[in-house]
């Protein structure tokens, strides 16, 4: 078969391509922007990359190809997309080509959630493979101990990252609709999405389209601690259920008593019985509360494909995270700059609990783009002041946006300070930091390189 993919470089879709070549198929395709490190990923692959969305492109590059796989960046007005209706010839969204050519045969492993699914997908992924499962996998990251966002194997059983936007211009249910797992994680449930979705009762209806398709042998694992979830599942559910928790809190209103707990010092109990211990390996920072929920939640979905227990725990020894998951970038004159991909404001707090659990004296100078698309709505402008509270101080890039950030963050006082420049905000930041300090910088885009940007200011200041 022969693809051309529009909106290629989105890490979803770059990954789709990449599922597609492995299995022998012709892939080129397009995007408005084509750039590293997802082009470089496409190409090392052979895939013919086109900037653009030029129609031309339909009797050039795309002339031959029998079917056409449509990104969600791709809107109607897209020039390409519009020639490519009135030519009707075959398309398809992304995730139905994925569930018709990847996933029907296999044992699909979904994790859904607001918060989370990159890293615990990927842990999930680790997990199976530390076990000798050899999983194909697609996330929306890079997990460090596979090194690729995506992989084909020869193998029953397909871990993904099951993303609540939506699938095309053509077809607004969520992606993970399509997907028809056999094991699905329903980490956290919180409103995001405010470009797509009115409400929270709006995205909990789509979850609840992600349950009716579990079969009644499938199993559901479930956050006990989230009454969106309880709301989601009470509206009807046909599969077996385990709930998981921190063993602190007592479960959320209309759930039922957790089969899975973890403990702050990581020990895990199923039922009342212990079953041992997650230890990360010795460099890990992400000693927060949300990384056990994560751990807990792959540990209790990698046993119902099989895995013992305790193998699975032996797994986390060597989880060696995701990129742009807390990973650090670089340390000079004693400063650390972490990268994460934090956005909500619920994860950007985490995030910083995250990184304070592990470095409790160190000072936290969170650095912010609000680049989301909820974000730039301004939907969550007035949570931000409280999840910034965590750091030590606070710089926020605010280029472009339609409210005013300043006035946002004015709760916080002289702690925060607000730039349009990536290259002032550099300086800002660098004139700030001192030997002992944890520079976090947080957004769902490049900012700007501001890490190697930093870290070079950094050096140029010894």
């Not at 399509?178 to 909990?204: K, S």
């Not at 990268?339 to 650095?367: E, M, N, W, Y």
Request: proline fraction near 5%; hydrophobic fraction near 45%.
């Amino acid at each position: 078969m022969r693809l051309h993919v529009l909106g290629i470089c989105g890490t979803f879709m770059g990954g789709l391509a990449a599922l597609a070549k492995a299995a022998g198929h012709t892939v080129t395709g397009c995007d408005a922007k084509v750039y590293p490190p997802m082009s470089a990923q496409l190409e090392s692959l052979g895939i013919e990359l086109t900037e653009g969305f030029d129609p031309a492109q339909l009797d050039t590059v795309a002339k031959r190809a029998d079917v056409f796989v449509i990104g969600n960046v791709i809107t109607r007005g897209n020039p390409l997309a519009e020639a490519l209706l009135d030519s009707g010839r075959p398309y398809v969204s992304g995730p139905q080509w994925l569930y018709e050519n990847v996933l029907r045969d296999r044992w699909v492993l979904a994790v859904a959630g607001t918060h989370g699914k990159t890293t615990t997908a990927s842990m999930l992924a680790w997990i199976l493979e530390r076990t000798g499962l050899n999983p194909g996998f697609l996330v929306g990251g890079v997990p460090m101990n596979f090194g690729v966002s995506a992989r084909l194997a020869d193998s029953a059983f397909f871990v993904i990252e099951a993303d609540e936007y939506d699938t095309a211009f053509f077809d607004k249910r969520s992606k993970f609709v399509h997907y028809r797992p056999r094991t699905a994680i329903l980490n956290n449930l919180e409103y995001d999405h405010a470009d797509i979705f009115p409400d929270l009762a709006a995205i909990e209806t789509q979850f609840h389209h992600l349950v009716r398709t579990v079969p009644r042998t499938g199993r559901l694992i479930v956050n006990a601690e989230e009454e969106s979830l309880a709301r989601v599942l009470a509206r009807g559910c046909w599969s077996e259920v385990e709930y998981f928790s921190g063993a602190e809190l007592a479960p959320a209103e209309g759930t039922l008593t957790p089969a899975w707990r973890i403990a702050p010092d990581g020990k895990v109990t199923h039922g009342s019985a212990p079953q041992g211990i997650v230890r990360w390996p010795a460099d890990n920072v992400q000693h927060g509360r949300h990384s056990r929920l994560n751990a807990l939640a792959a540990l209790a979905a990698a046993r119902h494909a099989g895995v013992p227990v305790d193998v699975g725990l032996a797994a986390f020894a060597e989880f060696r995270g995701v990129k742009r998951r807390l990973e650090m970038r670089g340390k000079v004159r004693g400063v650390t700059v972490y990268d994460d991909f934090a956005h909500h404001p619920t994860a950007i707090a985490t995030t910083i609990d995250g990184l304070r659990r592990g470095a409790r004296d160190a000072r936290i100078l969170a650095v912010l783009e609000p680049r989301s698309r909820t974000m730039k709505l301004g939907t969550m402008r007035s949570a931000l002041p409280a999840s910034l509270a965590g750091a030590d101080r606070v710089f926020c890039y605010a280029s472009q946006l339609g409210w005013d950030v300043e006035k946002a963050l004015a709760p916080l006082g002289a702690k925060a300070a607000v730039y349009d420049d990536v290259d002032a905000l550099v300086e800002a930041v660098a004139a700030e930091a001192r030997t002992g300090d944890l520079v976090l910088a947080m957004s769902n885009g490049s900012f700007g390189g501001i890490h190697d940007k930093l870290l070079m200011r950094l050096a140029d200041s010894t």
